[in-house]
């Protein structure tokens, strides 16, 4: 059987990756709950994929949670939603709004087509790039419902923060300001000590 590997990423915040793996079979509900296990973010909120061109513009909706007037309208539900039946294309796109009320919007693309691995739980975490911004007034609590693959766990980006090592650039940072504060600028731009 065949597997669909989509790479999802914050609108906002595009180094901000997961790419999960999924069987035809399975829902837009089992996505969302799987990209959820990778942010910590709770997912029984109301939220939405829509089915997007490749400028991602919003076409038919698929909810999770809908209002009473979405509902009367006969919109696609998650849960009963297969994700094989909304692939039109091997580079399909799909709009994700999380969170209906303080939404946090998503980019979901399918990526490959691969061939299911025999004995393998799916949703299956593939890759995990950078780490799921603070949604307002909540924490974000990891969790590990989500199998992911062995050596994909990217913790680079919690060793420095925006590319700054600090124990050697402040210190760096400590002696510029310690020769400002102690001496005078000569021609060159140097420093001299005033006594």
């Given at each position: 059987m ?9 609108e ?20 969302h ?6 942010t ?13 061109n490749?400028?991602?513009k ?12 979405k509902k ?26 999380y969170?209906v ?5 998503f ?59 600090e ?11 310690q ?5 005078k ?11």
């Open positions: 065949a597997i669909y590997r989509f790479r999802i990423s914050f906002d915040y595009d180094d901000i990756i997961r790419e999960i793996d999924l069987l035809p079979k399975q829902t837009f509900l089992d996505l709950k799987a990209l959820h296990a990778t910590g973010y709770n997912p029984e909120v109301s939220s939405s994929f829509y089915v997007s490749d400028h991602w919003k076409g038919d909706e698929i909810a999770y949670l809908p209002d009473e007037r009367e309208r006969g919109v696609a539900l998650m849960e009963n939603s297969k994700l094989s039946k909304f692939i039109d294309d091997p580079h399909q796109k799909f709009y994700y709004v969170n009320s303080h939404p946090f919007d980019h979901v693309q399918l990526i490959k087509i691969l061939k299911e691995e025999v004995g393998k739980e799916y949703p299956s975490l593939f890759k995990n790039v950078g780490q799921a911004p603070k949604l307002p007034g909540t924490a974000v609590v990891p969790s590990d419902s989500v199998t992911k693959k062995g050596g994909d766990d990217y913790d680079f980006l919690q060793e420095t923060e925006y590319g700054i090592n124990e050697e650039d402040f210190d760096m940072l400590d002696e510029e300001e020769s400002e504060e102690g001496g600028e000569t021609e060159n731009g140097g420093y001299e000590d005033e006594y």
